[in-house]
């Protein structure tokens, strides 16, 4: 255990950042390095957390309301059948939309249409959800859909790529070294070599590398962000993340985001577990161990990333792992999430 800024906290790594039999390109032939405590992973969806807290800062700007509909925001979008979607219950899960749509079919080399893919988005509600979303909006549903559309609004009231506009109002403020690939390879010369391979995938040449695992956040973002993925960063980063939401709740962070402004977005919502940005605790076994509370909240990557936080505890846990190499078949990180933050859950207190 170690302190740094007031904060106690234990890290370990373990393990080796490819298999030796799947080394990624560039790799063939060389020992698979250990794992280290400054290795970077392709975050996924613990990428959706940063964009709904980027939501959050714009609307304390008042570059966009939360309950402004999607196609106040992207005109071009006022004609399809999540228009008068608010930005809020595309952020919570709540607007009717499909989970998932392959929106560039894989192996065509053919450049992908950016409004051609927001149309299919916005348009991709499921067929109970037809009309307007009621005041807490449909019966949630998790999509990668609805936080492309908010990304993609988000880049025009921000008045940037929305990348910059995280780095803007959240991992600049905040002091974290999350950004997508392009970003960090910018400024760090040993990126590619700290950076943690992905799948096997054949169409993308091989082992994937240092480039976003999402299909449909690699074919419309490439080496920048989606709202839904392409964020990647070191466990500590995405730690200091935990720790400053933590700190924003205590009402110890005003001039990033108040008690009440955060408090909207990981409070429990009606209909399951989800919440603006973030997830809580559900099923019998919770990703999140058996020791951590019943206020937790945090999220969960499909590459096998998680960040959970116990605010009654004053707990923060991340565990990053590469559980789709060289393949995503293995269910095992089912069972490891839970042992493993049970162990930091353990941890901490015998710490304390």
């Not at 370990?12 to 280290?36: D, K, M, V």
């Not at 500590?236 to 720790?243: D, E, P, T």
């Not at 490891?336 to 207190?349: G, L």
Request: net charge neutral.
């Amino acid at each position: 255990m170690r302190t740094r800024d007031d904060v106690q906290y234990g890290f370990g790594a373990a393990g080796h950042l490819w298999f030796e039999g799947s080394p990624p390109p560039g790799a063939r032939g060389a020992a698979p390095p250990a794992a280290t405590e400054d290795a970077i992973f392709d975050l996924a969806s613990v990428t959706k957390p940063l964009t709904a807290l980027a939501l959050a800062r714009l609307a304390r700007a008042g570059a966009v309301r939360l309950d402004e509909a999607l196609g106040q925001v992207l005109p071009e979008l006022a004609g399809t059948r999540s228009a008068r979607v608010p930005l809020e219950l595309l952020a919570a899960h709540r607007a009717g939309l499909e989970a998932h749509r392959v929106l560039h079919p894989p192996g065509d080399d053919a450049p992908i249409d950016p409004h051609r893919a927001l149309l299919e988005c916005a348009n991709g509600r499921r067929e109970a959800c037809a009309g307007d979303p009621p005041d807490e909006g449909f019966p949630p549903v998790y999509s990668d859909l609805g936080y492309l559309l908010l990304g993609a609004a988000l880049a025009r009231r921000g008045a940037a790529e929305l990348d910059e506009v995280v780095a803007r109002e959240v991992t600049g403020p905040l002091g974290l070294a999350i950004a997508p690939a392009r970003a960090l390879r910018r400024r760090d010369p040993r990126f590619d070599e700290r950076v943690v391979p992905t799948e096997d995938v054949a169409f993308r040449g091989g082992v994937i590398r240092g480039a976003v695992h999402d299909d449909n956040a690699w074919t419309i973002a490439r080496d920048g962000m989606a709202g839904h993925a392409g964020l990647f960063g070191d466990a500590m980063s995405v730690a200091r993340l935990g720790v400053a939401l933590l700190e924003a709740l205590a009402g110890e962070r005003p001039a990033w985001l108040s008690r009440d402004e955060l408090r909207r977005l990981v409070a429990p919502r009606p209909g399951g577990s989800l919440r603006a940005g973030f997830d809580g605790r559900s099923g019998e076994r919770p990703s999140s161990g058996a020791r951590f509370g019943p206020g937790t909240f945090g999220h969960l990557g499909f590459t096998g990333t998680s960040l959970w936080i116990d605010p009654d505890a004053g707990l923060v846990g991340v565990l990053l792992t590469n559980r789709v190499h060289p393949t995503r078949t293995s269910d095992a990180i089912r069972r490891a999430r839970p042992a493993a933050y049970d162990a930091i859950a353990e941890a901490m207190a015998r710490a304390r």
